[in-house]
């Protein structure tokens, strides 16, 4: 018979919320809770990095490992602009502390750093960073690219709103003050800085990683 290959499921809305090896577990904590949000992962790893981030950032999307690009693949993508800077942000918990930096492409120097800010989630700080970055890059009055990681963020930024399900709480009130700000600088000023998506599968981690993966 073969054995049954192990499964991880996170839960990050449910009661209580976590990582978790059986289905059963899974059920027992989702049990009751409406609009439970959960789904099961392959590796241990796959599922930490998840619980770190949201539960939008996987809903309807498949947790199997994804194929290797080929080399016609790579070639077609390139290598990246030097030219530029790099943001990304890190959440311990969903929501949790989070925070975002900015760095140069090339050197990895650090350019700007924010928090950590109470109750946040790794969304919004990708926002933030993004914002941050587009603001510095004017101020600075460059015209390096700005590279980001999300999908997300980088919407959230064209259509000038940070459109997060995060609750706001006393906790992080001074992070929705910061988002109030990042939105209202959108729709205030002008930039010509050209966002671009980092290559993740292609370049590896982007240069502002915070290594907690």
Known sequence: MTKKKQKYYVVWFG???GIFRTWAECKKAI?????????SFETLKEAKIAYNKE????????TKKKRQLSEAELQKIGQPNLYSIAVDAASSGNPGKMEYRGVDTQTHKQLFHQGPFQQGTNNVGEFLALVHGIAFLKQQKSDRILYSDSRIAMGW???KKCNTKLKRTQKNK??????TRAEQWLKTNSYAT???KWETKAWGEIPADF???
């Open 31 to 39: 049990a009751g809770v409406p609009g439970a949000q959960y789904k």
């Open 15 to 17: 009661n209580p919320t």
């Open 194 to 196: 050209k966002v671009v």
């Open 55 to 62: 539960y939008a950032d996987y809903k309807g999307k498949s």
């Open 211 to 213: 290594g907690r993966k």
């Open 157 to 159: 930024v064209k259509k």
């Open 174 to 179: 001074a992070l929705f003050d910061l988002i």
